[in-house]
């Protein structure tokens, strides 16, 4: 029954919190705790359904140009779901990992991230939570990282291969998400997982993310095995 059985990496674009915001008269910011219930819900569904790896896109290196309230907004919400994350850990046999340059947020935000991090308690899901993380930024240090690796003798340029550079991205270890998911109905990845994504189905969703329910994600996982995937062979 390999058929029925669910991705075992899941990403997701949580994208429309401001628009479902807009839409009820309310600030963006209200959008946004919206949107970190949603992703509560949907995270502990991936555990219902066996889901391994949960990726999410929660704030990329392009959302700075957003005004100094509503970043601000964002990191007091993300600081407030983190601290309950941590207390309940052990309960939602969850755990996580952060994809991004963490060193641009607050210390006190990195700090619950390192917190949230080394904890290791028994776990179902992996979330690997992006924050100030962008697809090209992860790219450009991965190069930057093994160029520095040259040059202190560990490698020569010319063993460069795909797995190697690979292991030089935050992902290292984690297989590429089959699946990505983008509600709110734009068609684009806004510098989303540009290295692993490569072969990963894309499906694109008309729901706003603090209104997307388990039954989205059900359904985006059948439209899934809907595709056919020939990873470039017949
Ligand atoms: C996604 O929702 C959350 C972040 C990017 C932090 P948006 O805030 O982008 O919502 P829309 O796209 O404006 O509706
Ligand atoms: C992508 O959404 C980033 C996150 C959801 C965290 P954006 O709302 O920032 O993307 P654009 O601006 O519509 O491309
Ligand atoms: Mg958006």
Redesign the pocket.
């Known amino acids: 029954m390999d058929n029925a059985a669910p991705p075992q990496h899941i990403a997701i674009?949580?994208?429309?919190?401001?628009r479902w915001a807009k839409k009820r008269g309310l600030p963006r910011t209200a959008g946004h705790a919206a949107g970190a219930e949603s992703f509560r819900r949907i995270a502990n569904y991936c555990r219902t359904l066996g889901v391994r790896y949960l990726t999410v896109?929660?704030?990329?290196t392009?959302?700075w140009k957003r005004s100094a309230d509503e970043v601000a907004g964002i990191m007091r919400l993300l600081g407030r779901y983190l601290r309950e994350a941590l207390a309940d850990m052990e309960k939602n046999r969850v755990c996580f990992r952060f994809f991004g340059d963490l060193t641009k947020l607050s210390p006190e935000l990195q700090k619950l991230c390192h917190d949230a991090e080394s904890l290791s308690a028994d776990y179902d899901v992996q979330v690997n939570f992006?924050l100030n993380?962008g697809g090209r930024d992860e790219i450009v240090r991965a190069a930057s990282n093994f160029a520095a690796d040259v040059a202190a003798g560990k490698y020569r340029p010319e063993e460069l291969t795909e797995e190697l550079l690979s292991q030089y991205m935050y992902s290292r270890d984690i297989p590429d998400p089959e699946l990505i998911i983008r509600p709110?109905g734009?068609l684009?990845t806004?510098?989303?997982l540009l290295w692993q994504s490569a072969y990963s189905e894309y499906v694109f969703m008309n729901v706003l993310?603090p209104d997307f329910s388990p039954q989205d994600l059900d359904q985006a996982i059948e439209e899934y095995h809907r595709r056919n995937r020939r990873f470039g062979g017949t």
């Open positions: 674009i949580m994208d429309g919190n401001g896109y929660a704030f990329s392009e959302n992006c993380y709110s734009e684009r806004s510098n989303f993310w």
